[in-house]
């Protein structure tokens, strides 16, 4: 039989990977609240009993068989007569493992339908681990045909107009889809496009929470078939919304409904490296986190976030002084810790320092102080906060941004120390801009307290490591508002070095640069796990070799295009050679 009015429940909920039973009762939670609110079926987020990103946890068989089973145990809730739900999980056909969806209705598992394109690349690599699945066809319910594509299945025309062919009426997408700057907007016209070819409305579900380096913000939408959008949901916090969709004609669309305001830019940045903290030490037990706070622009920001996603009971300063710490910085970092409220504790790393190098004196005897003597400060402070991490259970937070980590000016197994970091893929002029941002800003769900909490000082003074007398940052590095302009164009855009000279950039740097990023890609290789939030991050994302000799040495060199002829197909036959 069919109906002219179906109530849509949109679950934006933070599941936890490998947590089953914690997946599954925020199901139950969520479904319980979906009937409150009148609802015939809750859509959930892709692979939601699970988790996202499951990587090779997925090929453990057990790990299959116990998906299959908290499915099982869900659907037989729904012989209670409330609402059905589209929930997604690992499946396991015939030896093929699917990125599936499965509608459980009257105590059964009534219908599963299997994602077909499946991602590779940037964070994705889901050809590793599952096999497509045949093209689908839509799902009956209530007599109402619903397409369900999976994430990546909208980002091409194909899936969708086998769907629309196949007498698909509503499109209903589960998403397990990462935030990045701007991905919103992305999000919203790829899913027009959709609309737009197939005629249909599409109702778009995405996850939140964070999964070790990726961020999921949610932000979830239904579009009708005109173009309008009848109902945004918020982003980075979870929600059950129930929708109402009336069959008008030929048709179906959906009443308007709330619509939230989504952060942009500065703001949703700030927003995901919180959620991103706050989940990685949720989500893998720590109490709370301790980190150095300098008195410098990067850990002082680092502790706002650390406040706002934990709250100041769970945040631990400490500033590890050595004799070229200015009293300045002393100033700024009790004046930080003070406004926010924290724990802390200032402790002396002279006698450790002067220690280490005595004991090394015979061996150093002759050379030059230099670099491993300043290594030494950070590597004693390091030491020094895994030591209280490891007296008291709370994780180190590691501040170091992505500037430092894109040219290596960090310590190994000193300032990289840590368990996580929320700044590794902002630049140190982002981190500036979000430092003043919070200042005048805090977001909802923030735990910490309103105005100012980093000090102006802190905004204004030249960065320095103070490992040297009246060191600074730009006696090793260029300005950071150039390397950071330089080091966009070579990470995030891979351009020639040409290109970036002919943006204004001096050559000089710009190769200097590009060196000391290649140079760089063995300590990558070694730091802590951070938030994603532009398009290319150090990690899932840019995958270099640590053994590397090659250096941009053309002046914009491209193929002589005389040696070569292209055919009419797709080879590519040499001539002339």
């Known amino acids: 039989m069919s109906t002219d009015i179906l109530r849509i429940a949109i679950a934006q909920l933070k599941p936890t990977l490998g947590d089953l039973a914690g997946n599954v009762a925020k199901a139950r939670a969520a479904r319980a609240e979906a009937h409150k609110q009148g609802a015939d079926l809750v859509l959930f987020t892709e692979l939601f009993i699970s988790g996202y990103l499951p990587e090779d946890l997925v090929l453990k068989p057990a790990y299959q068989d116990a998906c299959r089973a908290a499915l099982e145990d869900f659907a037989r809730d729904t012989a209670d007569g409330g609402p059905a739900a589209l929930i997604g999980l690992p499946w396991n056909e015939k030896g093929k493992l699917h990125n599936a969806v499965a509608l459980v209705d009257n105590g059964i598992i009534a219908a ?44 091409g025309h194909d899936v969708v107009e086998c769907l629309v062919e196949t007498g698909a009426e509503i499109l209903l997408v589960p998403n397990g889809s990462p935030y990045h700057r701007d991905k919103s907007d992305v999000r919203l016209n790829v899913a027009v496009a959709r609309v737009a070819e197939s005629g249909l409305p599409i109702a778009y579900a995405n996850e939140i929470g964070g999964q070790d380096e990726v961020i999921f913000d949610g932000a979830s939408f239904v579009i009708n078939a005109d173009h309008t959008l009848a109902v945004q949901l918020p982003a980075f916090r979870e929600a059950v919304v129930t929708t109402t969709w009336r069959r008008r004609g030929n048709g179906w669309s959906c009443d308007k409904g709330t619509i939230e305001p989504v952060e942009e830019d500065e703001e949703a940045d700030y927003q995901a490296c919180m959620l991103g903290l706050r989940d990685y030490v949720n989500k893998n037990g720590f109490p709370g986190v301790v980190l150095g706070l300098s008195g410098g622009i990067d850990s002082a920001i680092v502790a706002a976030m650390a406040v706002d996603a934990l709250g100041r ?33 200032v402790v002396p790393i002279e006698v450790p320092v002067t220690g280490l190098e005595s004991v090394l004196e015979p061996i150093f005897k002759g050379a030059p102080r230099g670099i491993a003597e300043e290594n030494m400060q950070s590597r004693t402070r390091g030491t020094i906060l895994m030591s209280i991490s490891n007296k008291f259970g709370a994780m180190v937070v590691t501040t170091g941004n992505k500037s430092e980590m894109s040219v290596g000016y960090c310590t190994l197994y000193g300032d990289m120390n840590g368990g996580y970091n929320p700044i590794k893929d902002l630049y140190k002029t982002e981190v500036y801009r979000l430092s003043a941002l919070r200042n005048r800003w805090k977001p909802v769900d923030a735990m910490g307290p309103s105005g100012v909490v980093i000090p102006e000082n802190i905004l204004t003074k030249a960065p320095t490591a103070e490992l040297r007398e009246n060191q600074k940052d730009q006696d090793s590095l260029p300005p950071y508002d150039v390397l950071d302009d330089i080091l966009r164009c070579l990470v995030e855009q891979e351009m020639r070095v040409a290109e970036i000279v002919g943006r204004g950039h001096d050559e000089e740097t710009v190769r200097k640069v590009e060196r000391l990023l290649y140079l760089a890609e063995y300590k990558r290789r070694q730091a802590a796990p951070g938030v994603k939030v532009t398009e290319k991050n150090f990690g899932r994302d840019r995958r270099y070799p640590i053994t590397n000799r090659f250096r941009d040495k053309g002046a914009g060199l491209k193929p002589d295009a005389a040696l070569y002829r292209i055919a009419s197909g797709s080879s590519v036959e040499a001539i002339d050679v």
């Not at 077909?116 to 689908?136: A, H, I, T």
């Not at 500033?319 to 970092?333: G, I, Q, R, V």
Request: with cysteine; glycine share 8%; net charge negative.
């Open 112 to 155: 599963v339908r299997f994602k077909n394109d499946l991602p590779n690349y940037g964070v994705f690599d889901e050809k590793r681990v599952f096999q497509p699945g045949p093209m689908p066809g839509p799902i009956s319910f209530r007599g109402v045909r619903l397409g369900v594509p999976i994430c990546e299945d909208i980002w």
């Open 313 to 345: 009971e769970r945040v631990h300063c400490v500033m590890l002084p050595f004799h070229y710490t200015s009293p300045e910085s002393l100033k700024d970092a009790y004046e930080c810790a003070t406004a926010l409220g924290v724990r802390y504790d």
